[in-house]
């Protein structure tokens, strides 16, 4: 079984940061990526971040310039964000792609306030 934990969440004020972590364990073989996807109170789950085994990465427009998603071991990433908005608040979810399957975790609640 492969299981997905992110932690790092909290309340925080406008200008603030956090920063989120995510590790993977369990029966994985060949992380192809990891990444971040955010979901709010009545919209859909979107992507925010996203790191590739080669370290490529892909950021929403909305992010950009205020977060920075890095890994530091195969099956760990993390999230820094920066000058954090009342609109980055949302449930924040970690993915991996691994052997054409993607994993998610339950989620860590990230709350901005202005």
């Known amino acids: 079984q492969v299981q997905v934990v992110e932690s790092g969440g909290g309340l925080v004020q406008a200008g603030g940061s956090l920063r989120l972590s995510c590790t993977a364990s369990?029966?994985?073989?060949?992380?192809?990526?990891m990444g971040w996807y955010r979901q709010a109170p009545g919209k859909q789950r979107e992507l925010v971040a996203i790191?590739?085994?080669?370290?490529?990465t892909n950021y929403a427009d909305s992010v950009k310039g205020r977060v920075t998603i890095s890994r530091d071991t195969k099956n760990t990433v993390y999230l820094q964000m920066n000058s954090l908005k009342p609109e980055d608040t949302a449930v924040y979810y970690c993915?991996?792609?691994?052997?054409?399957?993607?994993?998610w975790g339950q989620g860590t609640q990230v709350t901005v306030s202005s």
């Open positions: 993915k991996v792609d691994a052997a054409l399957r993607r994993y």
């Open positions: 790191i590739s085994s080669g370290g490529s």
């Open positions: 369990g029966s994985i073989v060949s992380i192809s990526a």
